[in-house]
C-alpha cells in the first residue's frame, strides 16, 4: 500500500515514561533528566556546560527545512535531494544507518542535516529505557564527519550542533557504551568553532591605585554612582584630603549635581566650602560651573562667606569673562540674591557694547533681560542703570527644553482635553507666552465675580512693568485697574522638581515667583494629583474641584 504523500515515514515505538525524544519528524526536546545529568556529572568540561547553559534552547525550526518549504538557517534548497535527505536521516534505524547516508551522499550534504543526524541519534538513544550499546566506530565516523565540516557552518547551527551533542552525553559510569564521552572531540572542535566565531574581548586595562580626589573623579564616572549616587559619592568626598580636591574634581561634582538635580547638602555645603577657600586661585568660568548646582538646586548654602565671595569675583573678573559673569549672575537670582555693584556693570552701556559682537550675544540678551526683570520685581530700591528697552528680548518663549524633551510623559495633553470639554475651546489658552517672556501652560481670564471669560473677548496679559504701587505698599503686591483676574495654571511634572524632594527647581521657582509678582494668580497642578486620577473623567472632576476652590464658575451659570 502506498504511503500518503507527505508522511516522513513509519512512526516509532512510542517511548516510555521519562524518554527523551519522540518519533521520526517530530521535534525532539530534552528531558530535565538528561540536562541535570550533565550539570550534576563530575566530568562535566567546560564546553559541555557551555553548550548546555550558554545556547537558546533548541526550536523545531531551528532544525532544518520543514515540509512547507522553510529555509534552513545553514543553507540550502527548501525541496529537492536535500529535502530527501534529510527524510532520510530522520527515517533512520540506527547509528550506522545515520553515517552510512551521510557518508554516500557527500554533495547533498548541507549544514543542516549534521543537526537532523544528531537530533535522531537522541531519539534513537532515547526510544527504550535501556538503550542498547552503540558501535563506537559508528559514533566515531559521525564525529568526524561533523568535525571535518563544522567550520563551513554558520554560528545558528555550530550552536544546534554544541547543544545537542552535549545532551547526548552519557550518564557518569556508562561513558563508553550510549554517547559522546565527556570532553569528546566532537564537543571540544564545536565549542573551539563557537568560541572562533565570538568578537574578540579586549583584555580588562589595569585598574590603578586611586587615592582621594581620585577616587572621587573615578565616583564621578563609574556606572554604579548613577544607582547610588548621594552614598558614593559623599564617601568618596569624605576620605578626601582638603588639598586632593582640585578644581576640576569639584566641578565635576557640581556637574554632576546639577544634571541629576541631587539636592544633597553636605556635597553642595562642601563645593561651597572649597569656593571660598581657594577664591584667589579660581577664575570667573571655573566659578560659573560651581555656582550652578545652588541656583538650579534652589540651594542657599550656610557658608556666610559665599556671596561675599562671588561679589569679590565678580568685581575682579566681570570684564575678563562677560557670559561667566552672567552666568553667575543667573545662578544667583535664582536664589533672590543679587549684588548691586554687579547689576551696575552688566547694565552699563560699555559691557552692552562689549558683547554685542560676540558669538554668545543672543544668550547673554537673554539672560539680561531677565536680570532686568529680576530688578523691576524684587529690587524697589534699585538706583543703578537698567537694561535698554531696545536691547530687551522675551525671557523664554516657548516651554523648556527639558519639556520639550519629556513631551511624551507630560500631562499636558489630557489637562488640555480636560480643561477643553469642562470649559470649552474659547475659555483657556495654552502655551501663551506672556510679558515679559514667560511661557504659561494654562491661562484663565475671569470676572471680578469668579465667572470665566472667553479668551478672545480680554486681553489676556497683564500690563508689563506693573502700575506704580501707591506709597507705602510692597512691590510684591501690585496694583491694576483691570477687574478681570488672569489665573495660570501650573503643571509641577515630576521633573520639575530635584530629584526625590519637594523643592522647585531654580528655574521654575523663578517663573512660578515673578509670574505672582506681575499679578496673575497661580493655581499649581502636582504631579502627584494628576498621576492619582484615573482616566479623562477622573480628572475632569479634580479640575472642577481646583478651579471651584477659586470660586471660579462657568457653563450657563458662569456667563
Known amino acids: 500500500m502506498r504511503r500518503p ?16 525524544c519522540a518519533g521520526p519528524g517530530e521535534s525532539w526536546s530534552p528531558s530535565p533528566n538528561s540536562m541535570l545529568r550533565v550539570l550534576l556529572a563530575a566530568q562535566a568540561s567546560a564546553a559541555q556546560l557551555s553548550g548546555l547553559l550558554l545556547l537558546p534552547p533548541i526550536q523545531p525550526f531551528c532544525l532544518g527545512p520543514s515540509k512547507w518549504g522553510d529555509r534552513p538557517p545553514g543553507g540550502g534548497p527548501p525541496a529537492g535531494p536535500a529535502q530527501g535527505l534529510q527524510r532520510l536521516l530522520e527515517q533512520a534505524r540506527s547509528p550506522g544507518e545515520l553515517v552510512r547516508w551521510l557518508g554516500q551522499n557527500p554533495t547533498k550534504v548541507r549544514a543542516h542535516h549534521y543537526p537532523v543526524a544528531l537530533r535522531r541519534l537522541g531519539q534513537l538513544l532515547g526510544s527504550q529505557p535501556q538503550p542498547p550499546p552503540v558501535e563506537q566506530t559508528s559514533l566515531q565516523d559521525l564525529s568526524q564527519l561533523i568535525i571535518r565540516n563544522c567550520p563551513s557552518f554558520d554560528i545558528h547551527t555550530i550552536h544546534v550542533c554544541l547543544h545537542l551533542a552535549v545532551l547526548l552525553g552519557p550518564p557518569p559510569l556508562t561513558l563508553s557504551l550510549s554517547g559522546f564521552p565527556s570532553d569528546a572531540p566532537l564537543v571540544c572542535a564545536l565549542e573551539r568553532e563557537r568560541r572562533f566565531r565570538l568578537p574578540p574581548k579586549p583584555p580588562p586595562p589595569l585598574q590603578p591605585v586611586l587615592r582621594g580626589g581620585q577616587r572621587l573623579e573615578a565616583a564621578l564616572s563609574c556606572p554604579h554612582f548613577l544607582r547610588h549616587p548621594q552614598q558614593h559619592l559623599i564617601r568618596s568626598l569624605a576620605e578626601a584630603r582638603p588639598e586632593e580636591l582640585t578644581p576640576h574634581v569639584m566641578v565635576r561634582l557640581a556637574q554632576h549635581l546639577a544634571r541629576h538635580r541631587l539636592r544633597e547638602p553636605q556635597l553642595l555645603e562642601a563645593i561651597a566650602h572649597f569656593l571660598v577657600v581657594q577664591e584667589a586661585q579660581l577664575s570667573s568660568k571655573v566659578v560659573q560651573k560651581l555656582v550652578l548646582p545652588f541656583g ?70 537673554r539672560y539680561l533681560s531677565l536680570l532686568d526683570t529680576a530688578v523691576e520685581l524684587e529690587l524697589p530700591g534699585y538706583q543703578g542703570p537698567r537694561l535698554p528697552r531696545r536691547q530687551k528680548v522675551p525671557i523664554f518663549p516657548q516651554p523648556l527644553i ?8 507630560s500631562h499636558k495633553d489630557i489637562v488640555a482635553e480636560g480643561l477643553r470639554q469642562l470649559l470649552g475651546e474659547e475659555k483657556y489658552r495654552q502655551d501663551l507666552t506672556v510679558p515679559p517672556g514667560y511661557c504659561t501652560d494654562f491661562l484663565l481670564c475671569v470676572s471680578s465675580s469668579g465667572a470665566v471669560l472667553p479668551v478672545r473677548t480680554q486681553d489676556p496679559f497683564l500690563p508689563y512693568p506693573p502700575r506704580s504701587c501707591p506709597q507705602g505698599q510692597a512691590a510684591s503686591q501690585p496694583t491694576t485697574q483691570d477687574p478681570a483676574q488672569r489665573v495660570v495654571l501650573m503643571l509641577q511634572e515630576r521633573w520639575h522638581f530635584c530629584r526625590d524632594s519637594r523643592v522647585l527647581l531654580g528655574s521654575r521657582a523663578l517663573r512660578e515667583r515673578h509670574l505672582g509678582l506681575l499679578g496673575y494668580q497661580l493655581l499649581p497642578l502636582p504631579f502627584e494629583e494628576l498621576e492619582s486620577q484615573r482616566g479623562l473623567h477622573q480628572l475632569k472632576s479634580y479640575l472642577r474641584q481646583k478651579l471651584q476652590a477659586l470660586g471660579l464658575r462657568w457653563g450657563p451659570e458662569g456667563g
Do not use: W
Request: charge should be positive; charged fraction near 20%.
Open 5 to 20: 504523500r507527505g508522511e516522513l515515514g513509519s512512526r516509532a515505538p512510542r517511548p516510555t515514561e521519562g524518554a527523551t
Open 296 to 365: 538650579r538646586l534652589n540651594y542657599f548654602p550656610l557658608e556666610q562667606q559665599f556671596v561675599p565671595c562671588l561679589e569679590r569675583i565678580l568685581a575682579r573678573e566681570a570684564g575678563a569673562a562677560p557670559l561667566a559673569t552672567v552666568n553667575i549672575l543667573m545662578s544667583l537670582c535664582q536664589l533672590r540674591c543679587l549684588p548691586s555693584r554687579a547689576l551696575q556693570f552688566v547694565f552699563s552701556p560699555s559691557f552692552i557694547s562689549h558683547i554685542s559682537g560676540t558669538p554668545h550675544a543672543p544668550i547673554v540678551r
Open 402 to 409: 527639558t519639556d520639550r524633551a519629556r513631551c511624551k510623559y
